[in-house]
């Protein structure tokens, strides 16, 4: 029923999408403009990033970045380095070149933090959090994930048309658009990358639905302080092609021993959310905030069952909420 008041039937959201849409204005039916052709958009040779091939409709949000964001030097902003994506697909493709530019080896499982003890400082003691808390973000592959997602409904066809245009496509943040999708759970994978004497420099986590296999989340997370803070956050990269969302969570310590992570809109400089293209020297990049507010409350609940609630929203507007349910995988 749902679907038929929104006029989408499954077989439209099953598939990536292969080809990008040409205005309806300009062909009067869909189809696929020339990739190589900077000059239908405008742009010229010096416009082209880091790989000039991909989807038009990839090139054109990485030219609204450029003409709307703030071009920088990575070298004086370092926190907004990280690992990029390529054209075609995300995946787990960016993980061997990740681990080659900061000199390491791909290492399977593990957890996404070497330790919390990294994110001490003024108001934050890691020392109150629950033990269970601590252990997943230390052993996160040891841990089995179920998850269940509720959209707002002004926010769902946002949602289905990102999935259609982007995230399928790339399999890179693919959230389930209904709660059957991710009926049965979510499977887990860890890729940390370390250093010749065994030094954690980060870690790569890879989530996909069980039912259809499809990625859901390709991250990097690590430990960053931003310009504008007394403490240290942590930071999540999701690769896009030729650049990136950068994620940064503040740290808060609950009563009870419930971690809080709280990533708002707010200044260049501050924690929140970046979007990032790479220029093609690979030494600048334009950045912009983006206005997308995020909260993760991690904690235990009475039974011992640790659990995540993750709300997302824009602006102040309620997108979507996400919980997880976290369970030690049995031992073989």
Same mark, same amino acid.
């Given at each position: ?173 693919? &959230?389930? +658009? ?6 049965? /759970?979510? %499977?887990?994978?860890?890729?940390? *990358?370390?250093?010749? =004497? !065994? ?59 419930? &971690?809080? +992570? ?6 260049? /400089?501050? %924690?929140?959310?970046?979007?990032? *293209?790479?220029?093609? =020297? !690979? ?50």
């Amino acid at each position: 029923m749902a679907d038929a008041l929104w006029g989408y039937k499954d077989r439209d959201l099953k598939g990536p999408v292969a080809h990008v849409i040409q205005p309806a204005f300009w062909a009067g039916r869909i189809g696929v403009v020339p990739l190589n052709d900077c000059s239908v958009w405008g742009l010229t040779d010096n416009d082209r990033v880091i790989d000039d091939r991909g989807y038009l409709i990839d090139r054109v949000t990485q030219s609204w970045v450029r003409a709307t964001g703030t071009k920088i030097s990575l070298d004086e902003h370092p926190w907004l380095v990280g690992p990029i994506g390529g054209t075609r697909r995300i995946a787990d493709d960016w993980l061997a070149a990740e681990a080659e530019r900061l000199g390491g080896s791909l290492a399977e499982g593990g957890g996404l933090l070497a330790g919390l003890d990294q994110l001490a400082g003024n108001g934050f003691d890691p020392s109150f959090l629950s033990p269970q808390i601590a252990n997943f973000y230390q052993r996160t592959a040891d841990w089995r994930l179920e998850v269940w997602s509720q959209w707002c409904p002004v926010a769902w066809p946002f949602g289905w048309l990102i999935s259609a245009l982007f995230s399928q496509r790339l399999q890179q943040l693919s &959230l389930p +658009l209904r709660p059957l999708d991710a009926a049965l /759970g979510m %499977d887990s994978r860890v890729v940390t *990358v370390k250093s010749f =004497d !065994g030094t954690h420099m980060g870690a790569g986590w890879l989530r996909m639905l069980r039912s259809t296999g499809q990625n859901m989340y390709s991250g990097w997370y690590g430990v960053e302080q931003l310009p504008n803070t007394d403490r240290a956050s942590v930071r999540v990269v999701f690769p896009l092609p030729n650049g990136s969302v950068s994620v940064f969570l503040r740290p808060e310590v609950r009563t009870d021993g419930a &971690l809080i +992570l709280t990533s708002p809109v707010g200044r260049f /400089g501050d %924690d929140g959310a970046y979007l990032i *293209v790479v220029g093609r =020297d !690979g030494q600048s990049a334009h950045v912009r905030r983006v206005p997308l507010a995020e909260k993760f409350v991690v904690w235990v609940d009475d039974e011992g069952v640790l659990r995540t609630d993750h709300s997302l929203a824009l602006w102040q507007v309620p997108v979507l909420r996400l919980h997880y349910r976290h369970q030690p995988k049995l031992s073989p």
